[in-house]
């Protein structure tokens, strides 16, 4: 199925791709079980979404073309609530004409629906945040930045663990997101970085207060307040797992309820160098034996 969407004209074959692939992603992230972005067919499960059909070059069926099968099954839009339970078979050049002139055309307007794609790129910007990296290209294309190798899985060196899990994205203007640059297969937002446990909770109930249902679902286990290092005190973070809420109501990282800053104005690197040194230091010196 090619699901197509007008957009305006303003964007190079590579963002379209950037974008399709950060949809797709997301997809498989709220339906796991159903879609997969996975390149590789051996690593496929369900429907998989093709991001790579918007690189440069790729063709698709324009409508109402016949297409090379015995019974010249025909390329034909649907609307939204006829996919459940359409069957690609009652499609041909023996039916559709007459189904044309029984409907029209499902597809009229779509010139005039243009979109933007700016929403997701800026998902595929947190997604590269996180330590997304780019997925495998069409093996035509060269090699490209970022690209992982082109390799299938059961073909990779032997040995080599497999990552599982994926990297939260970040909240907006943050660099880092609930786990840091860890992996989980936990579903977690973040809600709050404050620089006291009271200012995080009231963080929290706010953040509550617009998700209702979803804070009606999560258990006691599903909120995490964790207190923090930070150069001489500690903050607090809030993070929520939303594993008991349905994949389709949960809702995505937004920005957070409280943003402190334990760092601002300090140049961490260099409290990081003299953090090592002084630990370096710590290590070499003599041990009390008495």
């Keep these: 199925m090619h699901v197509n969407v007008r957009i305006e ?8 791709r950037r974008a399709a692939l950060a949809l ?21 499960h369900g429907v998989f979404l093709d991001y790579n059909q918007n690189a440069k070059d790729r063709t698709v069926a324009s409508q109402y073309s016949a297409r090379p ?4 099954r025909v390329s034909t839009p649907l609307r939204w609530d006829e996919v459940p339970e359409c069957d690609p078979d009652a499609f041909t050049i023996d039916t559709v004409p007459a189904r044309f ?15 933007s794609l700016e929403p997701l790129l800026q998902l595929a910007a947190q997604h590269e945040a996180a330590g997304f990296g780019d997925a495998p290209w069409p093996p035509q294309y060269a090699k490209q930045e970022g690209e ?3 390799v299938q899985p ?37 809600i709050a970085r404050a620089e006291t446990e009271a200012e995080a909770m009231q963080g929290f109930e706010r953040w509550k207060a617009r998700h209702p249902e979803v804070a009606a679902a999560l258990q006691a286990a599903d909120v995490m307040v964790d207190p923090m290092r930070g150069r001489s005190t500690v903050w607090y973070r809030i993070r929520v797992n939303l594993r008991n809420v349905p994949e389709d109501a949960r809702p995505p990282q937004e920005a957070l309820e409280v943003d402190y800053d334990p760092w601002e104005g300090m140049d961490v690197e260099a ?13 070499q010196a003599p041990k009390d034996r008495t």
Excluded: C, H, Y
């Excluded at 002139?101 to 979109?115: F, K, L, T």
């Excluded at 990552?163 to 937002?189: C, D, S, Y």
């Design 9 to 16: 004209p303003r964007w190079s074959f590579v963002e379209v």
């Design 24 to 44: 797709s992603r997301a997809v498989e992230r709220r339906v796991p079980t159903l879609a997969t972005s996975k390149w590789w067919k051996e690593e496929r």
């Design 69 to 72: 099968t015995p019974d010249a």
């Design 101 to 115: 002139a029984d409907i029209g055309d499902p597809s009229e307007g779509i010139d005039e629906a243009a979109g």
């Design 148 to 150: 992982p190798a082109r």
């Design 154 to 190: 059961s073909k990779r060196r032997r040995g080599t663990p497999q990552k599982e899990g994926i990297v939260p994205p970040p909240a907006p203007g943050k660099r880092t997101g609930p786990t840091g640059r860890r992996r989980t297969k936990a579903p977690l937002i973040e």
């Design 271 to 283: 409290w990081r160098r003299e953090e090592r040194e002084r630990q370096s230091q710590e290590k």
